[in-house]
């Protein structure tokens, strides 16, 4: 099949959306499928200042959430002629990533199934892009169900996910639970102190990373708050984060306020492929999630990504992550937003390594048996064909 997967947000960029891209097309490829990519950043950068920022921000301004909404229609405008422009390359089947490329694709007469990576108008509640009760978060609502209802097919990434498109729109999907590529992410211990020599981390400090992007739902704040009572056992531990988002500067107050500027490193985005290199040199994974909004945890890119790497995980119990975790058998779950239950489970694998690395063990096992991206493409292939 000629398959083109499309989105109105940038591609590739930092963020699970683009690795779920990438990866769904690395197994239809190798599946022996022809695969393109069309998102925003084939929009010459003059064109999105211009059309879509510029605008965005002054009318943001002026009425807060105007502008989220009206950046929405811009990128799919700007979506949809990209399409029409590649329509005579008749792609059997558009897969859109979200309701507004949704939108492109019907508008642009392809025929189109969409994924639902989550809960649009709720996560832009929780990031604060528009207000409770506003006209644009019924706005939205109402596009979400426009969207799910004209689409020829619908796929969620979880099970949660799937009831709340059936419980809006009265419409029922299929949950294919996200994916990683099993042969990139993998252990690669044996190379984690010339990792940490290339990036300045100290070889013998205990070292958990946060591959998240800064943002409400994804509980940035709680390994810093969590953070203080490990330095009291382990005070050359450190935390990295891998990301950006709207929460870095309450981050970086809070890490001045406990004074761990020392102990805390906030790399910003970094290449995927860089990534990797941190989950090796790290000695502990956190995702530590948290409901925001109405908004909450899918099956987590990351967490699947730290499992297939062979790092031991401590995540939060929401969402899709419980569905992944099994507690104490291939990785640690606490409770939300607790700081002492966090920290007791971060020293806990400190101070039993073995705990940790069998843990991981039984991690990449599942990984193997479970959330392979070659699995999920046949899942996804099966879908198509019954949409064409």
Same mark, same amino acid.
């Given at each position: 099949?000629?398959?083109?997967?499309?989105?109105?947000?940038?591609?590739?960029?930092?963020?699970?959306?683009?690795?779920?891209?990438?990866?769904?097309?690395?197994?239809?490829?190798?599946?022996?499928?022809?695969?393109?990519?069309?998102?925003?950043?084939?929009?010459?950068?003059?064109?999105?200042?211009?059309?879509?920022?510029?605008?965005?921000?002054?009318?943001?301004?002026?009425?807060?959430?105007?502008?989220?909404?009206?950046?929405?229609?811009?990128?799919?405008?700007?979506?949809?002629?990209?399409?029409?422009?590649?329509?005579?390359?008749?792609?059997?089947?558009?897969?859109?990533?979200?309701?507004?490329?949704?939108?492109?694709?019907?508008?642009?007469?392809?025929?189109?199934?969409?994924?639902?990576?989550?809960?649009?108008?709720?996560?832009?509640?929780?990031?604060?892009?528009?207000?409770?009760?506003?006209?644009?978060?019924?706005?939205?609502?109402?596009?979400?169900?426009?969207?799910?209802?004209?689409?020829?097919?619908?796929?969620?990434?979880?099970?949660?996910?799937?009831?709340?498109?059936?419980?809006?729109?009265? +419409?029922? #999907?299929?949950?294919?639970?996200?994916?990683? /590529? %099993? &042969?990139?992410?993998?252990?690669?211990?044996? =190379?984690?102190?010339?990792?940490?020599?290339?990036?300045?981390?100290?070889?013998?400090?205990?070292?958990?990373?946060?591959?998240?992007?800064?943002?409400?739902?994804?509980?940035?704040?709680?390994?810093?708050?969590?953070?203080?009572?490990?330095?009291?056992?382990?005070?050359?531990?450190?935390?990295?984060?891998?990301?950006?988002?709207?929460?870095?500067?309450?981050?970086?107050?809070?890490?001045?306020?406990?004074?761990?500027?020392?102990?805390?490193?906030?790399?910003?985005?970094?290449?995927?492929?860089?990534?990797?290199?941190?989950?090796?040199?790290?000695?502990?994974?956190?995702?530590?999630?948290?409901?925001?909004?109405?908004?909450?945890?899918?099956?987590?890119?990351?967490?699947?990504?730290?499992?297939?790497?062979?790092?031991?995980?401590?995540?939060?119990? +929401?969402? #899709?992550?419980?569905?992944?975790?099994?507690? /104490? %058998? &291939?990785?640690?779950?606490?409770?939300?937003? =607790?700081?002492?239950?966090?920290?007791?489970?971060?020293?806990?694998?400190?101070?039993?390594?073995?705990?940790?690395?069998?843990?991981?063990?039984?991690?990449?096992?599942?990984?193997?048996?479970?959330?392979?991206?070659?699995?999920?493409?046949?899942?996804?292939?099966?879908?198509?064909?019954?949409?064409?």
């Amino acid at each position: 099949m000629k398959i083109l997967l499309a989105t109105v947000y940038h591609y590739p960029h930092t963020g699970g959306l683009s690795v779920h891209v990438a990866t769904l097309k690395a197994g239809l490829e190798a599946r022996g499928h022809e695969v393109d990519v069309l998102s925003f950043s084939d929009i010459p950068e003059f064109e999105q200042k211009a059309k879509v920022r510029g605008p965005g921000f002054l009318m943001n301004k002026l009425s807060k959430g105007k502008g989220f909404v009206y950046g929405l229609k811009a990128r799919k405008k700007m979506l949809q002629k990209l399409m029409e422009q590649v329509k005579h390359k008749n792609y059997d089947i558009v897969n859109a990533q979200e309701v507004y490329a949704t939108f492109a694709a019907l508008d642009a007469g392809m025929p189109v199934v969409s994924t639902v990576h989550g809960y649009l108008t709720y996560e832009a509640l929780s990031a604060g892009n528009i207000l409770k009760d506003s006209p644009e978060e019924r706005f939205l609502m109402e596009e979400e169900v426009k969207a799910y209802r004209s689409t020829r097919a619908i796929i969620t990434v979880d099970t949660r996910i799937k009831e709340y498109v059936e419980r809006e729109a009265g +419409v029922s #999907g299929t949950a294919i639970r996200n994916f990683i /590529n %099993v &042969d990139d992410f993998r252990p690669d211990t044996e =190379n984690k102190a010339a990792y940490r020599q290339k990036h300045g981390v100290p070889a013998d400090a205990p070292v958990f990373f946060v591959p998240r992007r800064l943002t409400k739902k994804n509980g940035v704040i709680y390994p810093i708050l969590s953070l203080p009572a490990v330095l009291e056992k382990y005070p050359n531990a450190q935390l990295i984060y891998a990301g950006t988002g709207e929460a870095m500067e309450e981050m970086k107050r809070l890490i001045a306020e406990r004074k761990i500027e020392n102990n805390v490193t906030l790399l910003g985005a970094i290449p995927h492929h860089v990534i990797k290199e941190y989950y090796a040199l790290a000695d502990v994974a956190l995702v530590p999630s948290v409901h925001s909004a109405g908004v909450e945890e899918a099956t987590s890119i990351s967490a699947l990504e730290a499992m297939g790497s062979g790092q031991p995980l401590i995540a939060c119990a +929401v969402g #899709g992550l419980k569905e992944i975790v099994d507690h /104490n %058998v &291939d990785g640690l779950l606490v409770e939300e937003k =607790n700081v002492e239950e966090l920290s007791a489970a971060m020293i806990e694998l400190l101070d039993h390594p073995e705990k940790g690395q069998e843990l991981a063990k039984r991690a990449r096992a599942k990984i193997e048996a479970e959330y392979s991206h070659l699995a999920a493409a046949e899942k996804y292939e099966e879908i198509y064909l019954g949409a064409k």
